[in-house]
């Protein structure tokens, strides 16, 4: 159980991957562009694109992407969908990590400083 925010996991990793979020330690830094991040899958993920390869085109605009997720992000854009809802606030955000780092705001927590 994370001592911070009281959220509760099956395995230890879990735990210590959940931990770096309120202590910011980011130890996996790409070596083309010196961002950090705090799981390794994430800076393979980021590492692709560094690469000219960008096979998904939006089919509204000319902007291209490395990664389908990147093109699906995009796209909430042209439609205006807002998938992640506040359960507060009834606000609405592209992205689930934006929701997340939003609802602190009602918490009140500030792990970043």
């Given at each position: ?69 990147g093109l699906i992000l995009h796209q ?18 592209l992205q689930k990590c934006v929701l ?14």
């Amino acid at each position: 159980q994370c001592d911070q925010c009281d959220q509760s996991f099956s395995l230890n990793n879990g735990l210590i991957l959940h931990q770096r979020t309120h202590t910011m330690d980011k130890p996996y830094k790409c070596n083309q562009c010196d961002k950090v991040f705090t799981v390794r899958s994430n800076l393979i993920r980021h590492q692709i694109t560094h690469t000219r390869d960008k096979p998904y085109q939006c089919n509204q605009c000319d902007k291209a992407f490395s990664r389908n997720n990147g093109l699906i992000l995009h796209q909430r854009k042209h439609t205006g969908e807002k998938p992640y809802l506040c359960n507060q606030c009834d606000k609405g955000f592209l992205q689930k990590c934006v929701l997340i780092r939003h609802q602190m705001t009602h918490t009140g927590e500030k792990p970043y400083q």
